[in-house]
């Protein structure tokens, strides 16, 4: 007796559903795949309980006959190639014909279709794999699926599904990444009795990306096209000002298929490079449109991974065109540098010709010196602000040295702590807005918001939904009240994706640190001599001065010995 063996059929399709079809959005994806290829002009697709109860796609494409339904349950069945050489040259977005046969085994499966030149249309019923009846119907030209109690037959798989809300989101991401090239089709998803996405077709891109991503970030793209040897790049590339704190807002496109490719990816950073901080990550669309022959689309069953066939030239192209595009809003050169500026406010400055020796006409402030600042001068009590270096640091003389403190740093410290006493005490003090602030996120993000709104209430930030992906901001901590509102929540929505709840502690940590830093100070800020004296004096009541809530250090002190050395004048 052989110990190898030929698997049921039964069998064999239930492992190749467990490749293609990972959750409801996999199911949703691939049957608008289907759909668009069909050639539909319009797309609905409604699910219930996040695509668990139901899926249910509708399009004007051009139907099937009843021969070709019988045929779609057939493993490896497709109209879109023939031979060999149509698979090095994929022009469709489905080719692989495993899609609606994976659905088959693991739910239950209903057909409708009629194509555009016949009276009649039919309707096939299946489940399980197995094919239940096909029956003549009325229906409009083009095709309908229903897909109902998805893994019914695999409990195992079923266990692993997320909430009803959380599957919402993943189908709601899906959708937005297929429909966003194809503005020519108008698309639509319901989700039970709410409409939650309406996407009417338009000439314009520009439209369609204002409808998934806000009017606000689609208004701030600048778009760029590029033409090479067998490709063409098209981006839409977002001020770095624009970053956050995910990556997840890089959408990469071959040939109108979303797709997730690391080298490409790399190159979109590699473009920004040093424009963005660590961690932090552009709002871009990419679309590169190129021979079928030079990508291979056959990687993987669920056709989001491609090889290119000159992937180093690929990689240079959009790399040089991220780059190329963002240089002219940048400076370059010290001729275009603003000067530094002193200010006088009717005093001669720190560092004028004459001055130097002399006193400086700036108030002398005397506060209880920081244990981290002097703790090896014990008698000393003196920190005498001389000035603000770039409107960024400001320039202390202490009793052995000087003390140059980064006023962004120590007022980020400030606020943390501020918030992070008053959050364990409950009581986070706020303040409304006499003309409260709308601020517009994509459909995914605005529902997070107001699935949080009760957690995001104790961190004193007041929300309230307005429709669609738009929210009010009703009133927000007191101590936050002059922050840019519309970069803290895109910092702020990544880390209410990535933590459960916001009362653990690494949880509560990470989203105090974001508000700190959008409610600091800014770096280039002028502050007048009264107000870097208070900054000085709360820093110093703070448990730990020496570091911002990143790490960074928040003060450097230089000794006159360093000094002296540094001159040459001590050996």
């Not at 400076?331 to 002193?342: I, L, Q, S, T």
Request: proline share 5%; aromatic share 6%.
């Amino acid at each position: 007796m052989t110990l190898i063996r030929i698997l049921p059929e039964k069998i064999a399709s239930q492992i190749a559903a467990g490749e293609v079809i990972e959750r409801p959005a996999s199911i949703v994806k691939e049957l608008m795949d289907n759909s668009i290829d069909s050639g539909a002009e319009s797309i609905f697709v409604k699910i219930e309980k996040g695509g668990k109860q139901l899926i249910r796609v509708i399009d004007t494409g051009c139907g099937m006959t009843k021969d070709d339904l019988l045929l779609c349950l057939e493993r490896h069945a497709t109209s879109k190639i023939s031979d060999l050489k149509d698979l090095f040259s994929i022009e469709t977005l489905g080719f692989r014909g495993e899609a609606l046969p994976s659905i088959c085994a693991v739910a239950e499966l209903e057909i409708t279709s009629r194509v555009t030149d016949q009276l009649i249309g039919h309707r096939l019923k299946a489940w399980g794999g197995r094919l239940k009846s096909i029956d003549e119907a009325g229906a409009p030209a083009g095709t309908t699926v229903e897909v109902r109690k998805l893994f019914f037959n695999t409990p195992v798989r079923k266990k692993f599904l997320r909430s009803d809300k959380t599957e919402t989101d993943q189908v709601v991401d899906v959708f937005s990444r297929i429909a966003l090239p194809f503005t020519n089709i108008h698309f639509r998803l319901d989700a039970g009795e709410n409409t939650i996405l309406n996407l009417a077709s338009s000439e314009n891109e520009t439209n369609r990306l204002a409808a998934l991503f806000g009017r606000h970030l689609a208004a701030s793209l600048i778009k760029t096209e590029e033409k090479g040897e067998g490709y063409t790049i098209r981006a839409y590339l977002s001020p770095p000002e624009q970053s956050r704190m995910k990556g997840d807002r890089v959408l990469l496109y071959v040939n109108q298929r979303n797709i997730r490719d690391r080298l490409l990816f790399h190159a979109v950073m590699e473009g920004y490079g040093q424009r963005l901080m660590k961690g932090r990550y552009p709002q871009t669309v990419i679309f590169i449109e190129m021979d079928p022959f030079l990508v291979d689309v056959n990687v993987h069953p669920t056709k989001q991974e491609v090889r290119f066939h000159q992937p180093h030239v690929i990689h240079r192209a959009l790399s040089a065109v991220v780059d190329r595009v963002l240089k002219p809003s940048f400076p370059v050169g010290d001729e275009n540098m603003a000067a530094p500026r002193y200010e006088a406010q009717g005093q001669a400055s720190v560092f004028s010709d004459h001055r130097i020796m002399s006193e400086p006409a700036h108030d002398y402030l005397r506060v209880p010196p920081s244990e981290m600042v002097l703790r090896e001068e014990p008698g000393a009590g003196e920190i005498q602000i001389l000035g603000q270096l770039r409107d960024t640091y400001l320039i202390c003389r202490v009793k052995d040295g000087l003390l140059m403190v980064d006023q962004h740093a120590a007022h980020e410290r400030i606020i943390y702590e501020t918030l992070k006493k008053a959050f364990g005490d409950a009581k986070i003090e706020r303040q409304a807005f006499l003309i409260p602030p709308k601020l517009e996120f994509s459909l995914k993000e605005a529902r997070l918001i107001d699935r949080r709104r009760d957690e995001l209430l104790m961190l004193g930030l007041e929300i309230e939904p307005f429709g669609g992906g738009t929210i009010i901001l009703r009133s927000v901590p007191s101590i936050l009240v002059k922050a840019d509102w519309e970069p803290f929540f895109r910092d702020l929505v990544p880390l209410l994706e990535e933590e459960s709840e916001v009362k653990s502690e690494k949880a509560m940590d990470r989203l105090l640190t974001v508000m700190a830093c959008h409610g600091a100070i800014r770096a280039g800020q002028r502050l007048s001599g009264q107000e870097m004296a208070a900054l000085l004096r709360q820093l110093e009541t703070m448990d730990m001065p020496t570091h911002c809530p990143h790490g960074r250090p928040v003060f450097k002190k230089f000794s006159f010995y360093e000094i002296e050395k540094m001159f040459k004048r001590v050996v």
